[in-house]
């Protein structure tokens, strides 16, 4: 697991560093998470902390960041307005925002796919 922004894809960097400095000009937010190995994605699957062995971080093209002031909360208020305005920030950049999914992931951040039309 890591949590560098080195370790992320060339296309995914940016949008993550825009994505943390429009954050925090908010409130201040944690990187999570970057890159995983396979290993450590088939170890989430299992522990059901993820739900495919497919990943965008397997690749670098994914980022999970929290707003701080959910860390210390139970179950990381899911519901606490930080994460819908996160959510916003990232979605503005184009990304794609795990906490519309209907298995809500808040942290998640990744790389939109390209259509090929």
């Known amino acids: 697991m890591s949590r560098k922004l080195e370790d992320l ?3 995914m ?9 429009l954050a925090r000009l908010e409130f201040p937010v ?11 994605q088939a170890i ?6 993820s739900w495919t062995l497919h990943s965008k971080h397997l690749t670098g093209d994914a980022i999970d960041v929290a707003p701080s002031a959910v860390l210390l909360l139970k179950n990381w208020a899911p ?12 979605e503005a950049l184009g990304l794609v925002w795990g906490g519309r999914w209907k298995r809500r992931d808040c942290p998640h951040f990744q790389i939109k796919e390209e259509s090929h039309a």
């Open 9 to 11: 894809s060339d296309r």
């Open 13 to 21: 960097r940016p949008l993550a560093v825009e994505l943390l400095r």
């Open 30 to 40: 944690a990187i999570i998470e970057t890159l995983r190995t396979p290993e450590q």
């Open 44 to 49: 989430n699957v299992k522990n059901g902390v």
């Open 79 to 90: 519901l606490h307005p930080d994460w819908l305005r996160l959510g916003e920030i990232g």
